[in-house]
């Protein structure tokens, strides 16, 4: 999916901590793009 790199920073605020996971294409092509996206417009 163009313009991701299929990763997401997760920040806690709580305990000042952040750290990188990495997310499938299938999460990516699910919920934020393909029909999804065109459901929530």
């Known amino acids: ?3 991701f790199f299929n990763s997401l920073l ?9 750290r990188t996971e990495e997310i499938s294409d ?3 092509q ?3 793009g ?3 996206a065109w459901q929530l417009t």
């Open 1 to 3: 999916m163009d313009g």
């Open 10 to 18: 997760r920040v806690d605020l709580t305990n000042q901590t952040y």
């Open 26 to 28: 299938q999460v990516l």
């Open 30 to 32: 699910t919920y934020l």
């Open 34 to 36: 393909g029909v999804k």
